[in-house]
């Protein structure tokens, strides 16, 4: 029976994987410094994080395959350093550990904010040349940035590693509200909305977790695999959610530089006044003025992958959300 380590298992794409790992007949092990809210039975939970390297070793032993989703996901922080000691470090020291104990399959799970191109084209499949950490639009994507660039360095040098790149994941029991789902929560409320019309990729988070699974098992060392679902303009998902939910919002766009320095204001007042996290960060704002079609082909054609459409997945999130007292 193969023995998987899910790095960061508690998290939103985490439990939806573990779940699907465990329904496969996986032997399911997690590292996480959160607790899970809701445990899968026959999972062994393990408490800590991915900066203690020794609990790292301890975890992957006898391990066959490892998930590496443990990161910082949001684009503020009170500490702005955890996003590369977290998301580059713990990547760097979770590698080195697994090769360390000789794993036979690693995964790396990316993400598609980092994925920016010297010349972006329509409908690019990510497989040209990605800008460097320093031209990143913030500290979140340069962590990333540098995050995958190690994971590739360790498949050029032979690791069997590929990697994982979910787009814009939805769906029910986002506990801990995810970027994307802190975002649909946040227009699900107010008459008045004023948003940045921008091309969103939007997934089904269970598509998410069974693409990981197929990258897992088929994906090419050394290979990005985008795992997207539909792109659309943030001005149709809103129109969506109206008709979904029955909630008549106005929704007025501005212009990316108001909505930049509008941004930026609400980071300052977090940094030095109310030390919590602002409506919206201007790394947020600059990856949406980047964004562009997205295609997920190559996981289609080489993985087998196959998302569903958007829109049940929308209605469940919208649905979750309204249910949930401490998220309505």
Not at 233 to 249: F, H, N, Q
Not at 307 to 322: F, K, M, Q
């Amino acid at each position: 029976m193969t023995q998987t380590l899910v790095t960061g298992g508690a998290g939103f794409i985490g439990q939806h994987l573990v779940s699907a790992l465990v329904a496969r007949g996986r032997t399911v092990r997690v590292l996480d410094r959160r607790p899970p809210v809701c445990a899968t039975p026959g999972v062994e939970y393990v408490s800590g994080s991915v900066l203690d390297t020794d609990l790292v070793g301890e975890t992957l032993r006898n391990v066959d395959e490892v998930y590496h989703l443990a990161g910082l996901p949001g684009m503020w922080l009170p500490n702005k350093g955890d996003f590369h000691a977290v998301n580059f470090r713990g990547t760097e020291i979770v590698i080195a550990a697994a090769r360390k104990r000789g794993v036979p399959r690693f995964l790396h799970c990316s993400t598609e904010s980092i994925l920016f191109h010297p010349k972006p084209s329509r409908g690019d499949d990510g497989e040209q040349s990605l800008l460097p950490p320093e031209q990143m639009p913030g500290l979140y994507t340069r962590s990333k940035m540098l995050a995958e660039q190690a994971a590739a360095r360790a498949a050029a040098d032979g690791f069997p590693l590929v990697i994982g790149t979910p787009t814009m994941p939805i769906g029910p029991h986002d506990h801990n509200l995810t970027p994307p789902t802190a975002m649909l929560r946040q227009f699900l409320h107010g008459r008045v909305q004023m948003y940045l019309d921008f091309i969103v990729n939007l997934v089904d988070v269970r598509d998410v977790a069974a693409g990981l699974i197929l990258a897992m098992e088929r994906g090419k060392t050394g290979h990005r695999y985008i795992l997207g679902g539909e792109s659309m303009s943030l001005k149709k998902i809103l129109k969506l959610m109206s008709a979904i939910s029955g909630r008549r919002t106005l929704a007025i766009p501005v212009p990316g530089r108001i909505a930049e320095a509008a941004a930026g204001t609400l980071e300052f007042i977090a940094d030095h006044i109310t030390h919590t996290p602002p409506s919206g960060t201007a790394e947020g704002v600059r990856i949406a003025l980047r964004a562009t079609e997205l295609s997920v082909a190559k996981a289609q054609n080489e993985l087998g992958y196959a998302p569903r459409p958007i829109e049940p997945a929308l209605r469940d999130t919208i649905t979750y959300l309204l249910r949930e007292p401490k998220l309505a």
